[in-house]
């Protein structure tokens, strides 16, 4: 159930952009994402729901594809401030509001 | 606004001690969770409350773990007998409604030597 993150890893230099995706094998609800940096807890970045939308957040959007399900998350000009872990939760349709992470993805960002 | 409260924020115990972990939500949020993360395991779900109530628990590990959440601006974690491989940083979140975001604490990072 837990849904999959790709890339593990990202490298990127200041104001370079990157893509993180998360998949699901499981019929979706919505997908949050959230944001934490090392030796700190996790931070709300955005809610999408079924239906495609997508949203930003300054320079991060994301979109959620209902067909796929799957959803991406777009860093724009990458600052040094977004370095840290990215996860994906996800919550089923159908379901109580149990929101399963993946694994998360690795962001470092370089001057 | 204070933010999700947890307390203590590092606990150091000894094999087979119980351990009481304590989490004060935002003040009329009615969604309480209870998250275990781990370099192996990740980021994983133990239990959850709505309006006091325990909706899901599956995701406690063994009869060892208990929850509790007596009124809405309280909850416990318990550990009796605690293991080494409790070991770990215990968040608790609280959300408005069921469905909204979450707003975590900073943890509790439980060592069990």
């Known amino acids: 159930q837990q849904p999959v993150q790709s890339p593990q890893a990202v490298i990127l230099r200041e104001g370079e952009d990157a893509v993180i995706n998360c998949s699901s094998s499981?019929?979706?609800?919505?997908v949050h994402w959230y944001r934490q940096k090392h030796g700190e807890a996790p931070v709300f970045l955005m809610i999408?729901?079924?239906?495609?939308e997508q949203k930003g957040h300054d320079k991060i959007s994301a979109s959620f594809n209902e067909k796929k399900q799957q959803s991406s998350l777009y860093l724009t000009a990458s600052q040094l401030s977004y370095s840290g872990t990215y996860f994906c939760?996800?919550?089923?349709?159908?379901?109580?509001?149990?929101?399963?992470f993946g694994a998360g993805t690795r962001l470092a960002v370089h001057p | 606004d204070a933010g999700v409260i947890q307390s203590p924020r590092h606990e150091v115990t000894e094999m087979g001690q119980e351990v009481t972990l304590r989490c004060k939500p935002i003040?009329?949020?009615?969604?309480l969770f209870w998250y275990r993360q781990t370099m192996m395991r990740g980021l994983e779900l133990l239990i959850y409350?709505?309006?006091?109530?325990?909706?899901?628990d599956s995701g406690m590990p063994e009869d060892r773990f208990s929850a509790k959440m007596p009124n809405a601006s309280f909850s416990t974690l318990k550990i009796q007998p605690s293991e080494p491989r409790d070991s770990a940083v215990y968040f608790c979140?609280?959300?408005?409604?069921?469905?909204?975001?979450?707003?975590f604490g900073p943890g509790t990072r439980l060592t069990v030597l």
């Open positions: 499981k019929a979706l609800y919505s």
């Open positions: 999408l729901l079924k239906g495609g």
């Open positions: 939760g996800t919550v089923l349709s159908g379901g109580y509001n149990k929101l399963i």
């Open positions: 409350f709505n309006n006091n109530v325990p909706i899901d």
């Open positions: 979140a609280s959300s408005l409604l069921q469905y909204n975001e979450q707003f």
């Open positions: 003040s009329g949020h009615n969604s």
